[in-house]
């Protein structure tokens, strides 16, 4: 740790090995190197894994926001990885925004394969994606519909049933969903003549790993 002289007040240093959350940009990870590829970048921001579920669920599968983070904590688990707990769905209701729903990081947003999906939060909410969100948890393809009820900018969609809050597989109901294949807008709100589509759809739901 060091102190900015200009300021007094004590600024995180990367690369050391040590992590400080401390100054004005404090470190998410340090590993003690600056190799922007090995998972904590060389600013100290740290990469986190996001995907597309390999099981799909329709409208009352999902049950509530908190069983949707379930869900995803399940399919991170069931692949070893740590912390499966901080997975959570990309998903909107009545009440919540997906996009408040996550402690959000500088980091990259990274799939299970390696690709990166985006280069942070901030690029994520601004349409930003360097390619589309279509790999599962097992490194598998997925290129289809995906639960959402979420606009690009990460808010909820308005005026709309989301399914009764992800409760109902009642086909009087409806939910707003997106196509994974896709990096435009689309991605989370599809373009698309059966949107909002009818709950008993069977689409999957997108995984966040949280800070």
Request: aromatic share 8%; hydrophobic share 15%.
């Given at each position: 740790e060091t102190t900015d002289s200009s300021t007094g007040e004590p600024v995180a240093v990367c690369g050391n090995g040590m992590l400080e959350a401390i100054g004005p940009v404090p470190e998410e990870c340090d590993d003690g190197n600056l190799d922007p590829d090995?998972?904590?970048?060389?600013?100290?921001a740290l990469d986190r894994r996001v995907f597309v579920t390999s099981v799909l669920y329709n409208g009352a599968n999902i049950e509530s926001l908190n069983i949707a983070n379930a869900l995803c904590a399940n399919r991170a688990d069931d692949q070893g990885w740590p912390d499966a707990l901080k997975y959570r769905a990309w998903l909107s209701d009545s009440t919540t925004d997906a996009r408040d729903r996550f402690k959000q990081g500088r980091g990259r947003l990274v799939m299970a394969n390696g690709l990166v999906f985006a280069k942070s939060w901030s690029a994520l909410l601004a349409g930003q994606?360097?390619?589309?969100?279509?790999?599962?948890?097992?490194?598998?393809?997925?290129?289809?519909?995906?639960?959402?009820?979420?606009?690009?900018?990460g808010t909820a969609v308005p005026r709309t049933e989301h399914c009764d809050?992800?409760?109902?597989s009642s086909p009087l109901k409806k939910g707003y969903f997106g196509f994974s294949n896709l990096k435009t807008v689309e991605w989370t709100m599809a373009e698309d003549g059966d949107q909002p589509a009818s709950c008993p759809a069977d689409f999957a739901l997108y995984c966040f790993q949280s800070l």
């Open positions: 090995d998972g904590c970048s060389e600013t100290c994606l360097e390619n589309p969100l279509e790999v599962t948890e097992k490194s598998e393809t997925y290129q289809g519909g995906v639960w959402t009820g979420t606009r690009p900018d809050d992800w409760s109902s």
